[in-house]
Nanobody
Framework: QVRLVESGGGLVQAGGSLRLSCAAS????????MGWFRQAPGKEREFVAA????????YYGDFVKGRFTISRDNAQNTVYLQMNSLKPEDTAVYYC????????????????????WGQGTQVTVSS
């Protein structure tokens, strides 16, 4: 079972940037789609971004609108989420997750399809 640990969250002013990291251990993630999800208080968990196992394909939630970039370093077993132009509505706990199925041709975006999750990192954007 892979262990995922997120870091990089914090408090930032609107318009600012944060870079989240997700370090995996216990198993290589190099052949899995990896995703970021977020959950704000009182709301359902929401898809943010996903990246294919090779890093050549990326997927984003509609609300991202070019502000976030997902990337991965398979040699370091790590996934990143660069978040720019942050808005107060981006405030949430951000979770890293690994798809349950390896070698996916297209990444899935439903949280139900991701079997391994980190504990989350809080992102708070002040207005």
């Amino acid at each position: 079972q892979v262990r995922l640990v997120e870091s990089g969250g914090g408090l930032v002013q609107a318009g600012g940037s944060l870079r989240l990291s997700c370090a995996a251990s216990g198993h290589s993630i190099s052949n899995y789609c990896m995703g970021w999800f977020r959950q704000a208080p009182g709301k359902e968990r929401e898809f943010v971004a996903a990246i294919g196992w090779s890093g050549s394909s990326t997927y984003y939630g509609d609300f991202v609108k070019g502000r976030f970039t997902i990337s991965r370093d398979n040699a370091q077993n790590t996934v990143y989420l660069q978040m720019n132009s942050l808005k107060p509505e981006d405030t949430a706990v951000y979770y890293c997750a690994a798809d349950s199925v390896p070698w996916a041709r297209i990444c899935r975006t439903s949280s139900r399809d991701f079997g391994s999750w980190g504990q989350g990192t809080q992102v708070t954007v002040s207005s």
